[in-house]
């Protein structure tokens, strides 16, 4: 929602993109630890928990393919 604000997407938008990835990546490395720990991996990635929380990772890595959208 900020970035529809012109004014905040220019002052903070170089810092808001670094919370984005910096979560995304610690986001993504508790997914990968989670599936490490449990007894059964497959079991957690098709459960609906572990299809959600594939679902959220995948979107800032499109923003590299597609940088409009990302601004």
């Given at each position: 929602?900020?970035?529809?604000?012109?004014?905040?997407?220019?002052?903070?938008?170089?810092?808001?993109?670094?919370?984005?990835?910096g979560f995304t990546l610690l986001?993504?490395?508790?997914?990968?630890?989670?599936?490490?720990?449990?007894?059964?991996?497959?079991?957690?990635?098709?459960?609906?928990?572990?299809?959600?929380?594939?679902?959220?990772?995948?979107?800032?890595?499109?923003?590299?393919?597609?940088?409009?959208?990302?601004?």
């Amino acid at each position: 929602m900020l970035e529809s604000l012109q004014d905040l997407a220019v002052l903070h938008g170089r810092m808001r993109r670094g919370f984005e990835w910096g979560f995304t990546l610690l986001f993504m490395a508790e997914y990968v630890v989670r599936i490490l720990c449990v007894r059964r991996p497959l079991g957690y990635v098709t459960s609906s928990y572990g299809v959600v929380d594939l679902l959220a990772i995948p979107p800032t890595y499109l923003s590299l393919l597609f940088p409009a959208g990302s601004r």
